[in-house]
T-cell receptor, first 115, second 114 residues
Framework: NAGVMQNPRHLVRRRGQEARLRCSPM?????VYWYRQLPEEGLKFMVY????????ESGMPKERFSAEFPKEGPSILRIQQVVRGDSAAYFC?????????????FGEGSRLTVL | AQKVTQAQTEISVVEKEDVTLDCVYE???????LFWYKQPPSGELVFLIR??????QNEISGRYSWNFQKSTSSFNFTITASQVVDSAVYFC???????????FGAGTTVTVRA
C-alpha cells in the first residue's frame, strides 16, 4: 500500500521559470493538503483540496501560486515566475476526510531551489 | 487562533543521554489533537504520536515518552538513552478537532554525538 507520493523530490529552477510539483495521495484518500516549509521553519498550511474542488486556499500566496486536484491524476501545485523566496520544501499530505480522527499522511516532500 | 511554540532551537547531547523537547501550545478550542513529527536529515516527515486533548495519560513507546499537561498547555517529548539515529528535527503540531489544518512549531534540531 503505497504512501503519499510526491515528485520531483528535488527541483531546480531559475528565477522567472515555472515549477510544477505533483502529489499522488494514498489509495482511498480523496483529501489533499499542501504545506510549505521555509528554511529553518516549521511547516505552514497552504491549501486544502478535494477532487476537482479547492476547499481552502487561505495559506496560498495570492499571486503566482495555484493548485488543482483533477478528477483523474495527481494534485498539482504550480508556481509561476518563481523567485528566490519560493525556495522551500513543499509537502503534500492526504486523508480520508477533512476532519477525521486520524493523522495526516505526509509525502517525502519536494525541495524547490530557485537560482 | 492557535500557536505552537518550541522554545529550544537546537539541542546537542552525547549518545545515551536523555533529551527532553519542550512544546507549549495555545488554542481557544477545548478539544484538539497534538502531534509530534520527526524530520531526519533525509527530509521526510515521520509521524511519531497523536494525543487527544481529553486524554492526559502519558505515553511511552520504546525509548520515546510524552508528557501531556493540559494545565500548562504543554506536550513535552523525551528520548531516553539517545542514539545517533535520533539526530533529526522534531516538530510539535496542533490541530483543533473540527479543523483540518495543522499548526506546527518551528522545530527543535537534536544532534546526538557518538
Amino acid at each position: 500500500n503505497a504512501g503519499v507520493m510526491q515528485n520531483p523530490r528535488h527541483l531546480v529552477r531559475r528565477r522567472g521559470q515555472e515549477a510544477r510539483l505533483r502529489c499522488s495521495p494514498m489509495k482511498g484518500h480523496s483529501h489533499v493538503y499542501w504545506y510549505r516549509q521555509l528554511p529553518e521553519e516549521g511547516l505552514k498550511f497552504m491549501v486544502y483540496l478535494q477532487k476537482e474542488n479547492i476547499i481552502d486556499e487561505s495559506g496560498m500566496p495570492k499571486e503566482r501560486f495555484s493548485a488543482e486536484f483533477p478528477k483523474e491524476g495527481p494534485s498539482i501545485l504550480r508556481i509561476q515566475q518563481v523567485v528566490r523566496g519560493d525556495s522551500a520544501a513543499y509537502f503534500c499530505a492526504s486523508s480520508t476526510s477533512g476532519t477525521d480522527t486520524g493523522e495526516l499522511f505526509f509525502g517525502e516532500g519536494s525541495r524547490l531551489t530557485v537560482l | 487562533a492557535q500557536k505552537v511554540t518550541q522554545a529550544q532551537t537546537e539541542i546537542s547531547v552525547v549518545e545515551k543521554e536523555d533529551v527532553t523537547l519542550d512544546c507549549v501550545y495555545e488554542t481557544r478550542d477545548t478539544t484538539y489533537y497534538l502531534f509530534w513529527y520527526k524530520q531526519p536529515p533525509s527530509g521526510e516527515l515521520v509521524f511519531l504520536i497523536r494525543r487527544n486533548s481529553f486524554d492526559e495519560q502519558n505515553e511511552i513507546s520504546g525509548r520515546y515518552s510524552w508528557n501531556f499537561q493540559k494545565s500548562t498547555s504543554s506536550f513535552n517529548f523525551t528520548i531516553t538513552a539517545s542514539q545517533v539515529v535520533d539526530s533529526a528535527v522534531y516538530f510539535c503540531a496542533l490541530r483543533n478537532i473540527n479543523d483540518y489544518k495543522l499548526s506546527f512549531g518551528a522545530g527543535t534540531t537534536v544532534t546526538v554525538r557518538a
